[in-house]
């Protein structure tokens, strides 16, 4: 995230963290910490180091991972023979499996 996101982040993360305290169950990522990347030459960054929300045991119940922003802009991973189940996806794949979903459930 850039500057004016982590600005607005840090303004959540107190009501973020009050949420958490009281909802211990609750699947929002947690997360652990925010760093700023400062490299030559670019604007710097700032990286979310957030807790995986799910464990699962048995990979073969798994149909779909995905990893959603609320965005389309560069959100699609394109298939290829070696993209597993496992795999993550994006918003696009996201869009398109539920309208696959939608599609074959139309009664």
Do not use: C, Q, W
């Amino acid at each position: 995230m850039f500057k004016d996101e982590f600005d607005i982040f840090m303004k959540a993360v107190p009501d973020y963290y009050e949420y958490l305290r009281f909802k211990p169950k609750s699947i929002i990522a947690r997360i652990y910490g925010v760093f700023k990347v400062i490299m030559t030459d670019l604007s710097a960054i700032y990286l979310l180091v957030m807790l995986n929300t799910f464990k699962v045991n048995n990979k073969e119940n798994i149909n779909n991972i995905f990893d959603l922003k609320g965005s389309i802009v560069n959100r699609e991973v394109h298939y290829t023979k070696t993209l597993k189940k496992t795999s993550t996806l994006k918003d696009i794949n996201f869009l398109e499996k539920k309208k696959e979903y939608s599609d074959k459930n139309i009664d």
